[in-house]
């Protein structure tokens, strides 16, 4: 809007280096719609010259409306990545993390599961982040079945539902579900960076 009111057409790359050149009052860049170093330099110093507080006649009326629109939730946008998980379930405590979080069998999980969902629960990082993550995998489906299913617990009774073996085969699906989430997310990620190298390269070639 401020170069809009200095007369700025930012049409394209040559309307803009006209416009510049008439503000000024000189020939300085060379309109040839191709955005080099000068073209930038010159943008910068008009945008330099702009007022910190500066508002133009539709913002003043966009405040105004502003304050008469009603106060609306917070949502939280979702990550454009997909989903990542802190933790990689690596290491030989993963059953003693389970039992101090009295996680023994399919049934000690699901409770768990609908426990921790309700308001006021608080666990440490490593806590909340598998909840998120065993959440994630069961797709919000506690039941035995799915847990069966999802993490390959076989309900043995020898040592509770979730024997030593068990034990294993649920740290070995969580840290194989980590790998793939959290290798889509980088992968997207990366993809979103080149993508926007692309852009940017384009742009200076203009």
Known sequence: MYLDSMGIDMSNAQAMQASINKHYGNNRLAVDNKWGNK?????????RGMPADYVNADMREGLANEKNIPDQPVVD???????????TYEGND???????MGIKSNADLINFMHNSGKAGWKG?????QFRSDVDKA???DYSDANIRKTFHTKNGWGGGFLGGGDFA?????????????????????EEARMDAGRQQYAAKQA
């Open 124 to 128: 440490d990082a490593w806590q909340t």
């Open 77 to 87: 946008a979702p990550d454009p990545f997909g989903y990542k998980t802190s933790n």
């Open 39 to 47: 073209s930038q330099g010159a943008l910068n110093e008009l945008l």
């Open 94 to 100: 993963f059953a003693s993390r389970m039992k101090g």
């Open 169 to 189: 085969d649920f740290q070995n699906a969580l840290q194989t579900n980590a790998g793939v989430w959290n290798g889509m997310y980088d992968r997207k990620q």
């Open 138 to 140: 069961l797709g919000g």
